[in-house]
């Protein structure tokens, strides 16, 4: 087992009460899990995303913590949130990074692997 490790889970849905289709605005939301994958406790210090839409619009999103929160996570231990993101587009993705520090100081990255944000039943 790493000592430094993180894993993250992803699960997204539309939310079509707070979209405006007609006015280019398609909101979503995202429930992440971090779980502690390593031996040695770590706390979530901040984020760093990359949100693109369909017309290939990029926007960079960095911030300390996750929803006000810098959970610090004991090894085993799994700290779940939802977030959302307005697109352009009726489709898009987003990726991104964790800033953690180890309860024995050591620094280190935990990547939040690329993840769509579609409309339910658009992609083939």
Not at 8 to 14: C, D, I, L
Not at 30 to 53: C, E, F, L, M, P
């Amino acid at each position: 087992m790493a000592a430094y490790e993180m894993k993250v889970a992803v699960a997204t849905r539309y939310l079509p009460e707070q979209s405006d289709p007609d006015h280019g605005s398609f909101v979503f939301a995202y429930t992440i899990t971090i779980k502690n994958t390593g031996s040695i406790a770590a706390q979530v210090i901040a984020r760093h995303w990359i949100i693109s839409d369909a017309n290939n619009h990029v926007e960079e999103v960095k911030g300390l913590g996750v929803v006000g929160h810098q959970p610090f996570l004991q090894p085993e231990q799994s700290f779940e949130y939802t977030s959302g993101s307005p697109l352009k587009t009726p489709q898009g993705s987003m990726k991104g990074s964790y800033f953690c520090v180890a309860e024995d100081g050591h620094r280190f990255e935990v990547e939040i692997p690329e993840f769509v944000l579609s409309l339910p039943r658009t992609l083939h």
